[in-house]
């Protein structure tokens, strides 16, 4: 499975944006998938994953209520809607698949990453 992750940039704070996954093969509706992302200086985070299905989903405390991850396995992508921006948010944003299905906040599960997209949040 190749990811290719995309839809970062430049946005002022309180703004949005959506990045968008999409990956190759035809196993990827089985997959979890999670992004990560990590900013200058500091290590890689959880951000937010989802299922196989699109049924379960989780979130880092901090992006709770401002983000939201969805799939669509008929395109072969998933997404990571980013609302209410804050210069906290500036990363690079990774997203990765788990072909055991289950959503799950440990990168270590994850086999396949993508290249990352950045994204920087203006005060």
């Known amino acids: 499975v190749q990811l290719q992750a995309s839809g970062g940039g430049l946005v002022q704070a309180g703004g949005s944006l959506r990045l968008s996954c999409a990956a190759s093969?035809?196993?990827?509706?089985?997959?979890?998938m999670g992004w990560f992302r990590q900013a200058p200086g500091k290590e890689r985070e959880f951000v937010a994953t989802?299922?196989?299905?699109?049924?379960?989903?989780y979130y880092a405390e901090s992006v709770k209520g401002r983000f939201t991850i969805s799939r669509d396995n008929a395109k072969n992508t998933v997404y990571l809607q980013m609302n209410s921006l804050k210069p906290e948010d500036t990363a690079l944003y990774y997203c990765?698949?788990?072909?055991?299905?289950?959503?799950?906040?440990?990168?270590?599960?994850?086999?396949?990453w993508g290249q990352g997209t950045l994204v920087t949040v203006s005060s």
């Open positions: 989802i299922n196989w299905s699109g049924g379960s989903t």
């Open positions: 990765a698949g788990d072909s055991a299905g289950w959503a799950t906040r440990d990168p270590s599960e994850y086999e396949y």
């Open positions: 093969g035809r196993t990827f509706s089985t997959y979890a």
